[in-house]
């Protein structure tokens, strides 16, 4: 019991990473059916840049929860910037193309990025500093650290607010009337660009704060860190129902589940033969039932009625 308990709060945790990587993918697909698969490169971005400004703060002789928090903020600021041009430069002139134009300029921004980043921070990993207290809180034989604590509370802050944001704000009522009809929504005063823009730039926002969460609990990072992540989430984007915001919530939190059950018991249900690091096996295979007797995701892939 014991086993399963921690098993839970890792999956908790894990699948909250996943879950604000999964918003950005859904909210983006939900306003221009476009997948952006360099998202998780920008976590990446978010990550090495938290890395840095912690780096330049270490003999400032702040608290560690205010290097992580200014580091945060720098993070939000650059991958912001970098997913705007990126909507600017590599999809805005793709809009109206085929389907497939949009696609392979994704990957191509993609290991853009990574070659890029590898240039400015070298490929070989960088341990990132322990900043928040390292002692585990003991809950009676399972444990849970401060850094988990704080994933956990920021992702649920984070999780309502996205959603006051979306259903009860003017910019979340812009959106959701550009993802029905931009054309329509054009001549009521909406301005289409900019709610892309916008929802972009919030996307990078949340990766950014994956990004950092993602540093922080598993002290490393390198330019090629994003690319799991950044699979994982857009699998539990498409698990819960692309385009959907509940369904990314429930999708990454159900695969971060998935994934940490699949860890601590895979060893047992295979008798030793496969380990912890085949756990992926889980997840996917997850996926692929989900898709078969579901295709439109747990929660139903949200299409909006286009006139």
Not at 7 to 32: D, E, F, H, K
Not at 37 to 60: I, K, R, Y
Not at 127 to 149: A, D, T
Not at 283 to 294: M, Y
Request: aromatic share 6%; with cysteine.
């Amino acid at each position: 019991m014991e086993t399963f308990i921690q098993q839970i709060i890792n999956g908790l945790v894990l699948g909250s990473m996943y879950a604000l990587v999964a918003l950005g993918y859904t909210m983006v697909y939900g306003i221009i059916n476009l997948i952006n698969f360099a998202h998780g490169e920008v976590l990446m971005v978010g990550a090495l840049t938290s890395w840095t400004v912690v780096s330049l703060l270490a003999d400032s002789g702040l608290p560690g929860w205010a290097m992580l928090l200014i580091s945060l903020v720098c993070a939000i600021v650059v991958c912001s910037v970098l997913n705007f041009a990126i909507e600017k430069v590599a999809y805005r002139p793709l809009r109206n193309a085929p389907r497939l134009a949009p696609l392979i300029t994704a990957m191509g921004v993609s290991l853009l990025l990574q070659t890029l980043a590898m240039i400015i921070w070298k490929p070989n990993p960088k341990p990132y500093p322990i900043l928040l207290p390292s002692e585990p809180i003991n809950l009676g034989g399972p444990v849970i650290s401060v850094v988990q604590i704080m994933i956990l509370v920021t992702t649920g802050v984070i999780l309502v607010a996205l959603l006051w944001l979306v259903n009860k704000t003017k910019l979340g009522r812009a959106m959701r009337a550009t993802a029905e009809n931009p054309r329509v929504a054009a001549l009521m005063g909406v301005r289409p660009d900019m709610v892309i823009s916008a929802t972009f730039i919030i996307g990078a926002a949340l990766a950014a704060v994956a990004g950092v969460m993602w540093a922080a609990n598993y002290g490393t990072v390198q330019h090629a860190m994003g690319f799991l992540p950044g699979l994982k989430a857009f699998t539990a984007a498409v698990l819960g129902g692309i385009g959907n915001l509940a369904g990314a919530m429930v999708g990454g939190v159900l695969l971060g589940l998935i994934e940490a059950l699949g860890a601590g018991y895979l060893g047992d249900l295979t008798g030793g033969l496969l380990g912890s690091h085949y756990a992926d096996i889980f997840a996917f295979v997850a996926l692929i039932l989900v898709l078969t007797l579901r295709p439109s995701g747990l929660l139903g892939e949200r299409v909006a009625d286009r006139a």
